[in-house]
């Protein structure tokens, strides 16, 4: 039995025995009395005795009752408490994982979008390299082509006008001869 259940015990053992004690008395004072005289205070001291033992009863019962609705209070109290702690250390620790995976994300994102920006970058820079080496790609291919033009375009004069393939001073005297003597320039005819 419980602490408290031994004290309702107790209780109710002491009220027994009070009862019988009274029971007892009565019986006995019944024995040497006379019955027509005193029965009907013998019967008032027997309901008086049994209403006694009645609330004495019913103030054992209430308390027990009470103290066992105190104890269960408080036993659900008590779990009441553990699982709110409970609920709120789990809530803590899901809003401290949830605050992690959003650091973690945050800092994959940061270090993916870091990576891609570099890539980016590279690509920015290489591709500025490529112009770069382009632009002088192009103006070496003009510079190239343009001198095949200008050996073209020598060799093609040279061909129309054989006397450029002489000497200078021999293709001066000649056209310049030839030009007076037929009284025209070199370029009019």
């Known amino acids: 039995m419980a602490p408290s259940g031994l004290a309702a015990f107790i209780k109710y053992l002491i009220g027994a025995l009070l009862l019988q004690g009274a029971t007892v008395l009565l019986v006995m004072t019944t024995k040497d009395a006379a019955l027509q005289k005193s029965g009907w205070l013998l019967v008032s001291i027997g309901v008086l005795i049994g209403v006694i033992a009645a609330l004495w009863f019913s103030a ?5 009752s009470q103290h066992s609705f105190a104890r269960a209070s408080e036993k659900f109290n008590r779990q009441r408490d553990r699982i709110r702690r409970q609920v709120d250390k789990e809530k803590t620790k899901e809003i401290k994982d949830g605050h992690r995976q959003v650091l973690r994300e945050t800092r994959r994102l940061q270090n993916r979008s870091t990576l ?21 790609m192009t103006l070496g291919l003009l510079a190239v082509s343009a001198t095949g033009g200008a050996l ?18 021999e293709a001066a005297g000649s056209l310049v001869g030839k030009s007076i003597e037929q009284g025209q320039l070199p370029g009019n005819k």
């Open 116 to 136: 891609k920006l570099g890539v980016a970058m590279t690509g920015v820079a290489g591709l500025g390299i490529l112009l770069l080496f382009t632009q002088f």
């Open 60 to 64: 054992i019962a209430s308390h027990a």
């Open 152 to 169: 073209l375009g020598y060799g093609i004069r040279t061909r129309q006008y054989p006397a450029l393939g002489r000497a200078s001073d």
